[in-house]
C-alpha cells in the first residue's frame, strides 16, 4: 500500500488525558487533538480491561489473525511505565489472561479513532 493511502501509517497516539497525535509525515506535519468525552469513555474502558488483565497476567499468548494481505496494525498499551503489545505488525493478537476479547475490544476503539482522526 501506498503510505498515502494508510491509515495511521506515519503513527497515531493517543495519551492518557485523551489527546491524540497523528504524524510526522514526511513534510513534518503532525495532526493534534483531542477525542470526545464518550470517545474516552469507551478507550478508557477498553484500556482499563487490557492493563487489568496485564497486571493478572503480563505474559502474552498471541494469536495470529486473518486480515486483508498487506495490512498491519500496532496497538500498545502502557500499564505502569511498561509498553505491552496489544496487536503486532504481524496482526497476532494477544491475550493476557485468558480470552482476547478485551484486546479485541481496544483494538477496535483504537481503530475507530484512527480512522476519525488520522488525516493527512
Known amino acids: 500500500m501506498l503510505p498515502s493511502a494508510c491509515s495511521g501509517f506515519y503513527g ?23 477525542v470526545t468525552t464518550a470517545e474516552w469513555g469507551q478507550l478508557e474502558a ?24 498487506g495490512s498491519s496494525d500496532v496497538v500498545q498499551i502502557s500499564v505502569a511505565g511498561a509498553s505491552y503489545t496489544v496487536q503486532d505488525a504481524m496482526n497476532s493478537l494477544c491475550a493476557y489472561n485468558g480470552g482476547v ?20
Do not use: M
Open 12 to 34: 497515531f497516539a493517543i495519551d492518557n488525558q485523551g489527546n491524540y497525535t497523528a504524524g510526522p509525515n514526511p513534510q513534518g506535519q503532525t495532526a493534534k487533538g483531542a
Open 46 to 69: 477498553a484500556a482499563n480491561a487490557v492493563a487489568n488483565d496485564i497486571k493478572a497476567n503480563p505474559n502474552a499468548t498471541c494469536q495470529a489473525q486473518a486480515f486483508i494481505p
Open 101 to 120: 476479547s478485551d484486546s479485541t475490544a481496544l483494538v477496535n476503539v483504537v481503530d475507530t479513532l484512527r480512522t476519525k482522526y488520522y488525516a493527512f
